[in-house]
């Protein structure tokens, strides 16, 4: 996940696929719907392949019988409003409807989050459809910018799914934390805030989210960061030290069944800490070893 055309793309569909959850807030605050964290969704098939052999990927989504397209955009594209068009056709026509040999071809609810945006950024993307009568229908879908988003309003509306990229508005500065140390010392001061209220929102979690969601926000800080290398160590120790795979599929992977024995909040609450404080790389031996695991336990009151 070093390249720069794939790494936001994978973290956005690491959040779609494995954590839905974190969808939901998003499409609520996008389409001003109101499903509950709980609602059902369904993930359709995200991959089409274009005439070139190229292969198009999107994240759709469908609850009820409503289909949500969220397309995740690294730079202000002025040719997005035509890619998402076709992404969206590509999309209707796969779940069209046949009643007889009449179909009904309905466009999923769409939108593209900017990670980077600019005043030129608009608040929609459109595009005039002139089809053969020569009716004219005006295709029109909102957009989404980071950049609109403080942490406050991140918390405030449990949109988390836009933590990863928060640290972007960052990187800008990357370049003048060496000169200007107060700028750096903010974002740590910053991402210790971040760290801390997500611990609280997710307190009680069994299914590792919280985790997991820290070593998004990492990869993706690592990689602005990629040139300095005192603030990935600095963030690093921040927000837990660098782990370069999701906890719970690894341990899923492990075969590490004690969760079910022991209760899977205790150990999750157990690797939590010890990825807060540093000590990622003794996780697998705490967690293999019944003993070890028990000394920390006890180490840390659990």
């Given at each position: 996940?070093?390249?720069?055309?794939?790494?936001?793309?994978?973290?956005?569909?690491?959040?779609?696929?494995?954590?839905?959850?974190?969808?939901?807030?998003?499409?609520?605050?996008?389409?001003?719907?109101?499903?509950?964290?709980?609602?059902?969704?369904?993930?359709?098939?995200?991959?089409?392949?274009?005439?070139?052999?190229?292969?198009?990927?999107?994240?759709?989504?469908?609850?009820?019988?409503?289909?949500?397209?969220?397309?995740?955009?690294?730079?202000?594209?002025?040719?997005?409003?035509?890619?998402?068009?076709?992404?969206?056709?590509?999309?209707?026509?796969?779940?069209?409807?046949?009643?007889?040999?009449?179909?009904?071809?309905?466009?999923?609810?769409?939108?593209?989050?900017?990670?980077?945006?600019?005043?030129?950024?608009p608040d929609y993307l459109e595009a005039e459809v002139v089809f053969a009568d020569e009716t004219t229908h005006l295709?029109?879908?909102?957009?989404?910018?980071?950049?609109?988003?403080?942490?406050?309003?991140?918390?405030?509306?449990?949109?988390?799914?836009?933590?990863?990229?928060?640290?972007?508005?960052?990187?800008?500065?990357?370049?003048?934390?060496?000169?200007?140390?107060?700028?750096?010392?903010?974002?740590?001061?910053?991402?210790?805030?971040?760290?801390?209220?997500?611990?609280?929102?997710?307190?009680?979690?069994?299914?590792?989210?919280?985790?997991?969601?820290?070593?998004?926000?990492?990869?993706?800080?690592?990689?602005?960061?990629?040139?300095?290398?005192?603030?990935?160590?600095?963030?690093?120790?921040?927000?837990?030290?660098?782990?370069?795979?999701?906890?719970?599929?690894?341990?899923?992977?492990?075969?590490?069944?004690?969760?079910?024995?022991?209760?899977?909040?205790?150990?999750?609450?157990?690797?939590?800490?010890?990825?807060?404080?540093?000590?990622?790389?003794?996780?697998?031996?705490?967690?293999?070893?019944?003993?070890?695991?028990?000394?920390?336990?006890?180490?840390?009151?659990?």
């Amino acid at each position: 996940m070093s390249s720069n055309n794939t790494i936001f793309d994978d973290v956005f569909r690491t959040m779609v696929e494995k954590m839905p959850r974190l969808v939901i807030p998003l499409i609520n605050e996008v389409f001003h719907t109101d499903y509950p964290p709980d609602v059902k969704l369904e993930q359709l098939r995200n991959e089409h392949q274009e005439e070139n052999g190229e292969e198009i990927t999107d994240s759709c989504l469908k609850i009820g019988k409503k289909l949500y397209h969220i397309e995740c955009q690294s730079t202000d594209d002025t040719t997005m409003a035509v890619r998402m068009i076709e992404y969206d056709f590509y999309i209707a026509v796969e779940n069209s409807e046949r009643n007889g040999r009449r179909y009904r071809i309905e466009f999923p609810r769409s939108c593209v989050l900017f990670l980077r945006s600019s005043v030129n950024t608009p608040d929609y993307l459109e595009a005039e459809v002139v089809f053969a009568d020569e009716t004219t229908h005006l295709y029109r879908i909102p957009t989404v910018k980071m950049d609109d988003y403080t942490k406050d309003a991140i918390f405030e509306k449990n949109l988390l799914m836009l933590l990863p990229f928060y640290i972007m508005r960052y990187e800008k500065q990357a370049d003048e934390f060496d000169t200007v140390p107060e700028r750096l010392h903010i974002l740590l001061a910053e991402y210790e805030e971040i760290r801390v209220r997500l611990e609280k929102e997710l307190e009680g979690e069994t299914t590792g989210l919280y985790t997991d969601l820290i070593k998004l926000i990492t990869k993706i800080a690592d990689y602005i960061f990629r040139k300095d290398k005192k603030v990935r160590k600095e963030l690093g120790e921040i927000m837990g030290g660098k782990v370069l795979e999701l906890e719970s599929e690894r341990l899923t992977a492990k075969g590490i069944q004690q969760g079910r024995t022991e209760g899977e909040k205790r150990l999750s609450i157990l690797i939590n800490r010890l990825i807060l404080d540093g000590r990622s790389s003794q996780i697998q031996v705490i967690v293999n070893d019944k003993q070890e695991r028990e000394k920390a336990y006890k180490e840390y009151h659990i």
